[in-house]
């Protein structure tokens, strides 16, 4: 019924500074990866339901938690989890890399209006969340996700409100679409440098936008025509 | 097959496209040509429902576009000019399976007619690959074998080799040649028209001339080149 | 929901993952440089109204949580959710329906007033018109996903309410940057009548 999103191969990160160098062009021709690492580990073979229900369970949990000890002790007791997973040091760094500035800044703050303990506290939950909700992504294949969530819609659907063929084509033809607005940007780019134009949201906005809806009428004719 | 048109005329946004259309067609072959913007694309899109018709009917093998739009679509395959505008899926193979969601209600079985189609073309190879890794051609090809999984009983084509190199091109004659089923062609490659059975000149809306490839192509480099 | 809506809504749900995978903007006189993410919901939210737009962000947030990095930093999965900033990204998806919502109701007024006045025809100037989509998109894409953020913000860092304002002030001027660009082209694209 729900059609298989598998993990597209090839994994790119895209670049985050500096001028948009051929490379970066080239990333955004590139697919997506996704956080999954296949592996055979007991992680990977338990059900994603009774993954994602542990981890909400948990992460609520923790919240009430106050112990600084405790919390270290969960940290560790994840971190372990993560190993488990089969996960690389320099896999889990790329993730949390984004967060460990954010945390740190917060940790600061926090421990400078309201003393050291509560700000490692609130920097061990984090991370003790983070690290748990990243063990779920990296032994859950898209397709299994896909799966809870039509699960999730059941009542819906039974209710009328959702149609699982529909959802399921606009998640396909959003991953679909990705890589396409990605070169298109580029091209509406190159041709605004080319005639001597600074691109810009501003500039860019417009012609993005009406090769955008044009295509629009044009897919969903496609569409309509398979019937 | 039997496409008929009757006393057709077709409004888009507030212009007239087609006007007073009459015609049957029931040839192997058929290609369509005109000048841009002479209607042609509107003609096509009449058969497959794309477009209704303001006055008039269309009649594809008896079914009326009017009435019953989805039993016409499933006898008609439409291939797009532009394939990514096409492909709808990310995955090759997802994109073929969907569109035998309603013909075939076996998975199983819809995965196998998905990797028959595709290898029917050559491709049998690209089941597994995502769709923008695909080159222009290889695009073509999937969106071709996306439609002929649905085992269509009447093909349309619209502008098939605009986008196409010199290679892909012969390579697409030559399959067209091939395919069993009647198929129309709306086209700007006049070579193509030479293994058409019937060739439909269309110019400002109107039928401007109806016969042989010979005589049509002479007609249209007479007067509309 | 006809096909042509799902199109739009996997179409502009792509160009907000385009947008937001963008290398941040550095513009002067703004503190923090600028991702265009929020530049992507308020466009969907002013282009599309809002039960489409309401639809994208959800199924933005969803691809995100999924699993794959359509976030801004190429973030991804459920530990989004963990982190002190998820209630910025939830709150997008309210946010962008009562954009939609706005910006589609200045237009019944505008329609209201053609109508009754007789004499001097009430024709909304563009001016006018972008003037009604900044507000619209300030006060869904600003005002309510900060609304929902920095409480969320201080629920998970304990951190306390006003340090926590002070915190996120910094990329209000931002913000409002992205609303008027978002409102002029969103003003540009509606007269075309494509949607």
Redesign the interface.
């Known amino acids: 019924m729900v ?4 993990r ?2 090839g994994i790119k990160r895209i670049a985050r500074d500096g001028p948009l160098t051929p490379t970066t062009q080239d990333s955004y ?1 590139k ?1 997506l990866g996704s956080l999954y690492l296949p592996s055979g580990t007991w992680l990977h073979l338990a059900p994603a339901g009774l993954k994602l229900a542990v981890l909400a369970l948990s992460s609520t949990a923790l919240m009430w938690v106050h112990s600084p000890l405790l919390l270290l002790l969960t940290c560790l007791l994840v971190c372990l989890l993560v190993r488990c997973a089969g996960a690389s040091l320099q896999q889990v760094w790329r993730q949390l890399r984004p967060l460990v500035w954010l945390l740190l800044t917060l940790g600061a703050l926090s421990a400078w209006s309201q003393g050291v303990l509560q700000a490692l506290e609130m920097v061990l939950r984090l991370f003790t969340l983070v690290l748990a909700a990243l063990v779920v992504s990296m032994t859950t294949p898209l397709t299994q996700m896909m799966q809870v969530v039509v699960w999730l819609l059941g009542p819906f659907e039974r209710l009328g409100w959702v149609d699982a ?1 529909k959802v399921a ?1 606009g998640f ?2 959003t ?2 679409l990705i ?2 607005l990605g070169v298109q940007w580029q091209d509406i780019r190159e041709a605004q440098l080319a005639r001597g134009l600074t691109p810009s949201p501003l500039t860019m906005g417009v012609p993005m936008l009406l090769r955008t809806l044009r ?1 629009a009428d ?2 969903a ?7 | 097959m039997l496409i008929e048109f009757k006393n057709v005329s077709v409004e888009r946004e507030r212009r007239l496209v087609l006007t007073d259309l009459c015609l049957v067609l029931s040839e192997q072959r058929i290609g369509v040509i005109g000048p841009n913007g002479s209607g042609k694309s509107s003609l096509v ?1 009449l058969i ?1 429902g ?1 477009l209704l018709p303001q006055t008039g009917q269309v009649c594809v093998n008896g079914l009326d576009t009017g009435k019953d739009v ?1 039993a016409v ?2 006898q ?1 395959g ?1 291939v ?1 000019q ?1 394939p ?8 090759v193979h ?1 994109d073929i ?3 035998l ?2 013909r075939e209600p076996d998975p199983k079985r819809r995965v196998l007619r998905a990797q028959a189609a595709l290898e029917r073309l050559g491709v049998g190879h690209l089941t597994e690959r ?4 695909l080159s222009g051609g290889e695009r073509q090809l999937v969106a071709l074998a ?2 002929l999984a ?1 085992e269509p009983e009447i093909l349309v084509f619209d502008e098939p080799t605009t986008q196409l190199d010199l290679r892909l091109r012969n390579r697409f004659e030559a399959h067209l040649a091939g395919l069993p089923q009647p198929a129309l062609v709306v086209s700007h490659d006049l070579a193509l028209m030479h293994q058409m059975d019937r060739v439909l000149v269309i110019d400002q809306g109107q039928l401007a001339f109806d016969g042989v490839p010979t005589e049509a192509l002479a007609w249209y480099q007479a007067h509309c080149a | 929901m006809k096909t042509k809506d799902i199109v739009l809504i996997a179409l502009f749900t792509a160009l907000i993952v385009v947008l937001s995978l963008l290398p941040p903007i550095p513009l002067p006189l703004i503190p923090v440089p600028l991702t265009l993410q929020t530049f992507g919901v308020m466009l969907a939210g002013l282009i599309l109204g809002p039960a489409r737009a309401g639809l994208v962000l959800l199924l933005y947030v969803m691809i995100a949580l999924l699993g794959l990095p359509v976030l801004p930093g190429g973030r991804a999965g459920l530990a989004v959710l963990a982190g002190p900033t998820a209630g910025f990204l939830l709150g997008m998806i309210p946010g962008a329906f009562v954009t939609g919502w706005l910006s589609v109701l200045s237009i019944q007024n505008d329609k209201s007033k053609e109508v009754s006045s007789s004499y001097d025809t009430f024709r909304p100037t563009p001016v006018w018109q972008i003037a009604r989509y900044v507000l619209a998109a300030v006060i869904g894409g600003i005002v309510l996903v900060y609304a929902i953020g920095i409480p969320w913000l201080v629920f998970v860092t304990k951190m306390d309410f006003a340090k926590a304002c002070w915190a996120m002030a910094v990329f209000v001027p931002g913000d409002v940057l992205k609303a008027i660009v978002a409102a002029v082209v969103a003003q540009r694209i509606r007269r075309l009548n494509m949607v």
């Open positions: 059609y298989q999103l598998r597209w191969p021709r697919m063929e084509l396909g033809l991953l679909r890589p396409e295509r044009e897919i004719e496609a569409i309509d025509a398979r019937g | 899109r497959n794309l989805a679509r499933r008609v439409f797009f532009n990514d505008n096409q492909i709808v899926f990310p995955m997802e399976e969907f569109g969601k309603h995502s769709v923008h890794t996306a439609v649905t």
